[in-house]
């Protein structure tokens, strides 16, 4: 432990272990704040995707896009009509409500879409509402009426009828100055939706909420399903650490038993070891596990579990055995046998610690390969249809061509994420290769 | 002296260790006859030698004594109980009777223990669970092999001390479980001479003061006299002469022996010229050992047609000296028929 200890000391001196710790430190904090911040069940519940989003747009780049551009992308308003100046005047047979939806616009963008939400409360009689859009420079565009169900959505941005009058899509159209169809540009100024309702009953009433939908959202975008990018980069994290983590531990302690006792008792025991050994190193993994997530299940535990019974048997078990094998033949074993230690006792107290300090750079090595492992299954529609990850992220992205489409943030964050991921661990990996097997140090 | 049967600590009888040489892994193909019949009586609180040349089998011997190697064939009593067929609780009992001491006193350590937990080791095996007892018997076993004061040692691991720092914590080891006797295999060969007779002599002292049983092996003659009150001289897988230690120095009755005697080198700068009568040759196989008496290829007294056919008896030429030759058969019948070899070529006028 203290020769341990002294190593970790040695760290220091190499640049590259302080780079890497920094990072899988960095890396580790933000994975625990992550999990703090948000829990398990709320990370399933918002990367599920549905309600929680709706008032995000799709498919909107990151923030931080804005401080590369001249002219600004829009990010989303709401209005609703709680903050509106709502009148209201009573009718023989019910009610006549005037909703003013007022905005302004200044940016120098198109938003992405517009979307107006309605809330009516009513018994039987659905209210009958109108739409006028009225623009900085008095033009008025009917919207068209229709009835409002409990929980409506008039998806303006899809009114094919509009879109024709406007001759652009809707949102461009209802924002844009007028007489230019060609090079549509924005008519800065404060625009108003209004919503002019009959409500049918005494007791009825309607809340409206207009979203004029940005093309920018939070510091990571959105993906097609206005799901907030950050949420997945943020659990990717944690999700690929432990699975690393996991994988690494469980793979390399059960090999270093594996081969130490079949070291230790040799016979046929050890031949049999070697030769599961050598018919598991020619099986191919990954059509394995792509079998198993085809046929099996998705989940990210029984894909742990594959990958460390795949790896049980792997060529590290060769690389232990050679390193054991001198060990098993030294006095110090012979006279642990001579005071009465049991096989047990020699094979984790007296073989396998005399290896551990040469593993533990290989092991943390291993890490990355088994984050990026992850990743490929995730990319490969194999990862835990559940869980929010990186390799999850890359996989809608590739089936969204997100960037034939130009959403290249959607690729490039999870990559670069990843890509951290595996530097980091593996210029702490180099590093401490070098701390514990001097001879490399020369080099 | 030979011990009288009550005092008697270790048997063995008739002991053979053999270990097979396997092609492939399977195909027996012949067996290395490392120990091939061995017999002797190791009194309570004696100190004995095993004494050969290399590859001799004395390392095999020792280990077969510790239940480290099964027996092929023959057995050991240890205490009046065999160790074979000793059931779990008496194979501990056992372990704790007997300490063990070996050559590499670096290798005997495990490099990544500190001093404190490699002695704390045989006491967790033997179910000491107290930690504060375990600490006490630690610093006894220290102060025993004069390591004092013990916190200088505790916490360093093997590579921070000296050879013989090494071995006397080796020897602490060996102690631990208070044993009642102690094997220890060329304890002092790797050391520097300056160490080995301090080594020796706490032994000797330890042996003394604790009445213990000790094997003492080792190819070194000249160590012996410090040590032990009977030789057992070994030769290919066998004991060819058992003597106490003076007078296996003054007589010899094994041609072996005699020979390993004139190899000792002489500091007496007036015989540096002086050829020796040392017998040339090497040490035979172990797997194709030499028909009959194993030392016929090189001894200068071989009587053709006797000593290449039928291995010697043990013969007691004086009162509590042993020796496997025919040299030394009382009568003809003794010898299977052949006379008495002349005076001058006898073994007892190669005596120095």
Known sequence: MRRLAGAFRQLRRYPSAVAGLTIVSGLLVLNIITVIAIPYP?????????????????????????????????????????????????LPSGRRMVIPLAFDYTDGAFPSEINLFLNARFETREPFLQLTWHTPDGRTVPLGGRTAARTDRVSISQDRALAGRLGLEPHEGLLARPGAPDD????????????????????????????????????????????????????GGPVAMAFGLLAAVGTTLTTLFIGAAGVWFGGWIDALIQRVTEVNMILPALPIMIMIGTLYSQSIWVMLAVIVVLGIFSA???????????????????????????????????????????????????????????????????????????????????????????????????????????????????????????????? | MPPTPSESLLQARDLHTWFELRRWGFLRVGEVRAVDGVDFELGRGEAVAFVGESGCGKSSLARTLLGLHVPTRGEVTFDGRHVESL????????????????????????????????????????????????????????????????????????????????????IARALILKPSMVIADEPVSML???????????????????????????????????????IFVMYAGKIVEKAPVDALLAAPQHPYT???????????????????????????????????????PRCPHAMAGLCEVRIPDEFEPRPGHRAACWLHGRTEDDRGGWPRPSADSGPEAGAI
């Open chain 2, 87 to 170: 059931d779990r609780e008496g194979r501990r009992w056992f372990r704790k009777q007997v300490g063990f001491v070996q050559q590499d006193p670096y290798g005997a350590l495990p490099p990544f223990m500190t001093v404190r937990r490699l002695l704390a080791e045989p006491l967790i095996i033997n179910g000491v669970r107290s930690r504060a007892e375990r600490e006490e018997r630690i610093r006894a076993a220290l102060e025993e092999v004069r390591l004092t004061p013990p916190d200088e040692v505790l916490d360093k691991f093997p590579h921070m001390l000296s050879g013989g720092q090494q071995q006397r914590v080796v």
């Open chain 1, 184 to 235: 549509p540009e924005v008519l800065p100024g404060r625009y108003e939706l209004r919503v002019e309702a009959l409500l049918f009953e005494a007791e009825a009433d309607l809340e409206a909420t207009l979203v004029i939908y940005g093309q920018v959202h939070g510091w990571a975008g959105t993906d097609h399903q206005r799901r907030d990018l950050g949420v997945a980069l943020l659990w």
């Open chain 2, 192 to 230: 520097d001479a300056s160490v080995r007779v301090e080594i020796l002599a706490l032994l000797r002292r330890i042996q003394e003061a604790r009445g213990l049983t000790v094997v003492y092996i080792t190819h070194d003659l000249s160590t012996v006299r410090y040590f032990a009150s009977r």
């Open chain 1, 316 to 443: 590290g078990i060769k690389m232990y055995r050679a390193m054991l094998l001198p060990i098993r033949e030294a006095p110090y074993i012979e006279a642990a046998r001579a005071y009465g230690a049991g096989n047990l006792r020699i094979i984790l107290r007296y073989m396998i610690p005399r290896i551990l300090p040469v593993l533990i750079p290989g092991f943390v090595s291993l890490i990355p390969s088994f984050v990026f492992l992850e990743a490929s299954l995730a990319v490969l529609g194999l990862g835990d249809p559940v869980l929010p990850t990186w390799g999850k992220i890359l996989h809608d992205a590739q089936s969204q061509s997100a960037l034939y489409h130009g959403h290249y943030y959607w690729v490039v964050q999870p990559a670069a994420l990843l890509m951290l991921t595996g530097l980091g661990f593996a210029m702490l990996g180099f590093a401490l290769d070098r701390v514990f097997n001097p001879r490399l140090r020369d080099l």
């Open chain 1, 42 to 90: 709320r990370a399933l519940e918002l990367w599920r995707g549905g309600e929680p989003w709706e008032m995000h747009p799709a498919y909107a780049r990151p923030s931080w896009v804005n401080a590369f551009r001249r002219v600004n992308l829009p990010r989303t308003r709401i209005v609703s009509s709680r903050d509106a100046e709502v009148r209201s005047e009573t």
């Open chain 2, 258 to 296: 005699q020979a390993l005697l004139a190899a000792i080198p002489d500091p007496d700068p007036e015989n540096a010229t002086r050829e020796k009568a040392i017998p040339g040759g090497e040490p035979p196989s172990l797997v194709h050992p030499p028909p009959g008496c194993r030392f016929h």
